[in-house]
């Protein structure tokens, strides 16, 4: 082809390209403004931590006789608590819970809800990396009381950029007993609840 | 009649336990004027493999200068919203890895005297299962928070100060800000620490939170190790959402 005629050849292709739409497009993602909390657990059935030592009066009274300590006899689908926030302001959870529902022969006296204690990563061995580090731009608490108030456990300014774990589950929650507790059974609703104001 | 009362109870019979739930967006900053009903909506979404019963209601809150929030019954609190909301759904089922949009309606009160902004909550929460368990138990759930602030169109009063810029230890900082308006505002903004010779050594961002109307607002600054010891000034540049620059500037030795 002659050197002459090669560049206006080649501009006519590129108008025709762009002519019939073909060269230049863009490409526009929007990401939700969102928060989102879960507790992790597969199956159907209760996200539920239970202390049933109804049965194992021994190890109820090696508790009382020692640190007072008991711990979970069975967790149901609480393997761990995640949080998503794609936002940069200020998020918190928080953690509240129902009284103590008592069933049994007595009144339900000797147990009360502040007996129920989370230890963050006791015997899970869960570390959260959902606060990037103690500081500006967040905090957590290293453990808590169950109580009917509600209570921040954990904050946080930024996105999580994805799931990301607050460091405990059902396996470090245990309860204070002294010996003094009617016998029966004991339940509480807890509820993990996440906010960004 | 029997036939309803089968579906409902098939229905209900196939909602699992889960407790998985997310909202987006996580607030909502609407301006009405008074007797104007303003219609938004919030998308409630599930990660969860089942369908999830779902509760909405409404709630008061208030806020401490720390920025701690405490939750209250609605219509407890001064500059309440939490009754002019009205959900589509109170109740309803979240489908697995899906979605719902609830409706949101706030009408302001045909009430000339209300001025600013007003605010609430809307809580989504996970409805837990009965309990089953035996000995003690510990049934968990989860719950997210839809923040709601509501203007009165034509009321707004912007104002704001930086009271106070103080070092409470040789590594901590706090400011106090107060907004003297009737709207909510956002900070935004940052804290520049400067040596000696004028030179920007480091920056602390301030912290995308909200100051209520006609309160105060503390936050605190914690320096970050590779702040070394020695002379410095603190520079405040704090935005205020509704326009303007609090400034103010602190002398501070770093141990």
């Known amino acids: 082809m002659h050197r002459s005629l090669r560049s206006p050849l080649i501009a006519c292709l590129l108008l025709a390209g762009w002519a019939s739409g073909q060269g230049v497009h863009d490409v526009t993602v929007r990401i ?45 689908r609480f393997s761990d608590v995640e949080v998503n926030s794609t936002r940069r302001g200020r998020w918190s959870v928080q953690v509240v819970a129902t009284p103590l529902a008592y069933a ?30 103690q500081g500006n731009a967040g905090w957590y608490w290293a453990d808590w009381q169950l109580s009917t108030t509600t209570q921040a456990i954990a904050s946080r300014t930024g996105a999580t950029r994805g799931w990301r774990s ?30 960004s104001p | 009649m029997y036939r309803v009362l089968l579906a409902l109870l098939t229905a209900m019979s196939t909602v699992a336990y889960a407790a998985d739930i997310g909202i987006s967006p996580p607030r909502h900053e609407l301006v009405a004027t008074a007797g104007e009903t303003v219609v ?38 001064q500059h309440s919203a939490a009754g002019w909301i009205e959900l589509d759904a109170a109740a309803f089922v979240l489908p697995a890895r899906g979605s719902r949009d609830v409706r949101l309606s706030v009408t302001v009160p045909p009430d000339p005297g209300l001025d600013g902004t007003y605010h609430a909550m809307v809580f989504f929460t996970v409805a837990p299962p009965p309990s089953e368990a035996r000995g003690v138990g510990v049934i968990t759930t989860t719950r997210v928070g839809l923040t709601v602030y509501v ?20 590594r901590e900082l706090r400011a106090v800000i107060l907004n003297t308006g009737n709207t909510v505002m956002r900070l935004s903004g ?21 100051v209520m109307r006609e309160s105060e607002r503390e936050l605190t600054f914690t320096l970050p190790n590779e702040v070394e010891a020695g002379f410095y000034v603190a520079l405040a540049l704090i935005q205020d959402s509704r326009g303007g620059l609090l400034a103010g500037e602190l002398p501070l030795e770093v141990p």
């Open chain 2, 151 to 170: 203007t009165v169109a034509g009321t707004e009063r912007a104002g704001s100060e930086l009271v106070d810029l103080y070092q409470t230890d040789g």
């Open chain 2, 40 to 77: 938004t909506t919030v998308t409630v979404l599930t990660t969860a493999t089942l369908d999830q019963q779902v509760t909405g209601e409404t709630s008061d809150w208030t806020m401490d200068i720390a920025g701690g929030t405490a939750f209250l019954a609605t219509g407890s609190v």
């Open chain 2, 190 to 210: 940052e804290i520049q620490l400067r040596d000696e010779a004028g030179a920007v050594r480091h920056r602390l961002e301030v912290p995308d939170v909200p």
């Open chain 1, 166 to 195: 607050l460091g405990f589950n059902g396996l470090d929650y245990e309860v204070a007993v002294r010996g003094d507790e009617d016998p029966g059974s004991y339940t509480t609703t807890v509820t993990y609840l996440l906010t």
């Open chain 1, 104 to 133: 049994g022969p007595g009144s339900g006296d000797g147990l009360a809800l502040g007996d129920v204690r989370v230890v963050r990563g006791s015997r899970s061995g869960l570390a959260q990396d959902a606060i990037a580090s």
């Open chain 1, 32 to 76: 939700p403004d969102m928060i989102a909390i879960r507790i992790v657990g597969s199956g159907d059935g209760p996200r539920a931590v239970v202390f049933d030592y109804e049965d194992d009066v021994t190890a109820y009274v090696a508790a009382v006789l020692g640190d007072g300590r008991l711990f979970p006899t069975d967790v149901r």
